[in-house]
């Protein structure tokens, strides 16, 4: 199951798990869709294709929330 990372670890922009625009690479790093632009859709950590993020709602969000850790180190 998909952590569903709060934020944007390159910029720390807010990603709820019930909305669009994260993008994430195989090893779930997580990206806001401005920074999966300005980088070219690779992930700088592994190199893998940075995807668009699936959405979690409704019941599957009530049992099994996003991650609250944050990753955005300022």
Known sequence: ML???PD???CGTDLPADQPGAFICSMECTYCSECAD???ERC???GGELMDRPTRVGAALKRHPGSTTR????
């Open 71 to 74: 990753v955005f180190q300022s």
């Open 3 to 5: 952590a569903m990372r």
């Open 38 to 40: 300005a980088l070219d």
């Open 44 to 46: 700088p950590g592994c």
């Open 8 to 10: 944007c670890q390159r």
